[in-house]
Structures are given as C-alpha cells and as structure tokens.
T-cell receptor, first 112, second 113 residues
Framework: GEDVEQSLFLSVREGDSSVINCTYT??????LYWYKQEPGAGLQLLTY?????DMKQDQRLTVLLNKKDKHLSLRIADTQTGDSAIYFC????????????FGTGTLLAVQP | NAGVTQTPKFQVLKTGQSMTLQCAQD?????MSWYRQDPGMGLRLIHY???????DQGEVPNGYNVSRSTTEDFPLRLLSAAPSQTSVYFC????????????FGPGTRLTVT
C-alpha cells in the first residue's frame, strides 16, 4: 500500500539551514508536495515538484527529488523562528483524482 | 472570500452519539475532501468528492458518511461516535486534479468519551 515516511523531529538554530526528508512508495506519483502546519491551524501548501524534475527552488526553499530512491527533501535556508511548524510531505495518488497521501509530519523547532 | 470554513471548532461527544461536521467553501471548487489528523500518523483521507453528487471513499471511511448535494458544502457525518474517532478533522478543497493547491479549513477538534 501507499506509505510516506518522515522523521518526527528536527531542531536547528536560527540562521542555519534545515533539511527535512521524506520517503514515499508510489513510483507513479506525478506530484509531490510540501505542506506547513502552524500550531492550531490547517495546512498551507509551501511548494510542490513535478515528478520529472530533480530540483525546484523557491526563495529560501529548495526541493530535491530522487525518483530512483523515492526520496524527497525540503531545504530551508536561513531558518527563522517563524519557520517553526510541522512539515508534511505528500504524494498524489490515484492519477486523475486529487487523493493525497500524507507523511507523518516533521516537527521543526528553531532555537533562537 | 472566506475560503474553507468548518464548524464547529471543538466538539465533545459521548460514545454512540451522532453528529455532522460542516464544511463549506466559496471558491467554486469542484474537489473537496475530509481528512483526520492523529498524532504520529499524519493526515489520512476519509472521503472525497470530485463534484456535486459524486463521493468516494478514502483510506479510512468506516464510521463516516458524506454527501455532496451542492458544490459549496461537504458535510461529514459520524453515525455512532466511538473513542477511536477522537481526532482533528480537516476539510480541504481544490479546483480539480493535478497540481491544483488544496486549501484547508482550520479544523474541528473532536473528542469522543
């Protein structure tokens, strides 16, 4: 079945880079996503990558995709305290529908 | 636009009670879905709808019903609440399939005692 895995916790110092990793199982996924959830709030789409891309950069965010190993990562440069949140990766499953399979989430704690 | 709204924000139920979680969106999105979020398990898809009159099951549909009589509304019904349904429930909507961003509501925190 579908399974998306992430490490549960990451702690970094303000100004450092953060790297959040994710492994997925469905090799036919066309899109992979990163969502951010701040305390008490819903999820907010941060960025996505199409499966035929290796990398996507969007300001402080860099997404790397290794299709062979089914590994996705999100790098946040110059991490700020406002980046503290839970980060979810997700793969789109099911072709023509928008069924997202989410990872377990990584809690990013940024120390001042 | 209000985006995706959910009511109530919080709810406590006794085992065996039924209730409906409301979800509405004013963005004319075709696709709507319900997720539950449990600690250490991420979000799991309960039911989804690709348009008015069409619904389908997700990963964890048991114990829940949905209907989609209008484009705007997608209520989630708990038929007979169980403690295992204690969770935070999120509704989401998007224009359609593919890369279209899913917009999430603020969530409903449900406790079943």
């Amino acid at each position: 079945g579908e399974d998306v895995e992430q490490s549960l916790f990451l702690s970094v110092r303000e100004g450092d880079s953060s790297v959040i990793n994710c492994t997925y199982t469905d090799s036919s996924s066309t899109y992979l996503y990163w969502y951010k959830q701040e305390p008490g709030a819903g999820l907010q789409l941060l960025t996505y990558i199409f499966s035929n891309m290796d990398m996507k950069q969007d300001q402080r965010l860099t997404v790397l995709l290794n299709k062979k190993d089914k590994h996705l990562s999100l790098r946040i440069a110059d991490t700020q305290t406002g980046d503290s949140a839970i980060y979810f990766c997700a793969e789109m499953f099911g072709g023509a529908t928008n069924k997202l399979i989410f990872g377990t989430g990584t809690l990013l704690a940024v120390q001042p | 636009n209000a985006g995706v709204t959910q009511t109530p924000k919080f709810q406590v139920l006794k085992t065996g009670q039924s209730m409906t979680l409301q979800c509405a969106q004013d963005m004319n999105h075709e696709y709507m879905s319900w997720y539950r979020q449990d600690p250490g398990m991420g979000l799991r898809l309960i039911h989804y709808s690709v348009g008015a009159g069409i619904t389908d099951q997700g990963e964890v549909p048991n114990g829940y019903n949905v209907s989609r009589s209008t484009t705007e509304d997608f209520p989630l019904r708990l038929l007979s609440a169980a403690p295992s349904q204690t969770s935070v429930y999120f509704c989401a909507s998007s224009y359609g399939a593919g890369v279209n961003e899913q917009y999430f509501g603020p969530g409903t925190r449900l406790t079943v005692t």
